[in-house]
Nanobody, 125 residues
Framework: QVRLIESGGGLVQAGGSLRLSCAASGRLFSTIAMGWFRQRPGKEREREFVAAIDWSGSNTDYADSTKGRFTISRDNAKSTLYLQMNSLKPEDTAVYLC????????????????WGQGTQVTVSS
């Protein structure tokens, strides 16, 4: 079992930055891939892929919409996943969720077994 708790969301102006964290409990954290997804307003049933990272942190992947602006990283000693978000745009407004359990770099939500509750990010224009 892995329990995930996100933090770091908030309100920011366009062009600003935020750093999200996802604290994980459970012994599996350092052995599994992790990912960030988001649910945009009006599309709460859709979990849109944002970024993924393998168990070691050596390999990452990003959605085209976030590539070059967002950076995913992890600290296995602290059992924590991060998402550094720069040059934020109003269309980045969403609830951001971290996910765990994919065997590799999972790009779709169905590949993950564990989910956090999410943290709200709002980008004003």
């Amino acid at each position: 079992q892995v329990r995930l708790i996100e933090s770091g969301g908030g309100l920011v102006q366009a062009g600003g930055s935020l750093r999200l964290s996802c604290a994980a409990s459970g012994r599996l954290f350092s052995t599994i891939a992790m990912g960030w997804f988001r649910q945009r307003p009006g599309k709460e049933r859709e979990r849109e892929f944002v970024a993924a990272i393998d168990w070691s942190g050596s390999n990452t992947d990003y959605a085209d919409s976030t590539k070059g602006r967002f950076t995913i990283s992890r600290d296995n000693a602290k059992s924590t996943l991060y998402l550094q978000m720069n040059s934020l745009k109003p269309e980045d407004t969403a609830v951001y969720l971290c996910a765990a359990g994919s065997v590799g770099l999972g790009l779709t939500a169905d590949l993950y077994d564990y989910w956090g509750q999410g943290t709200q990010v709002t980008v004003s224009s």
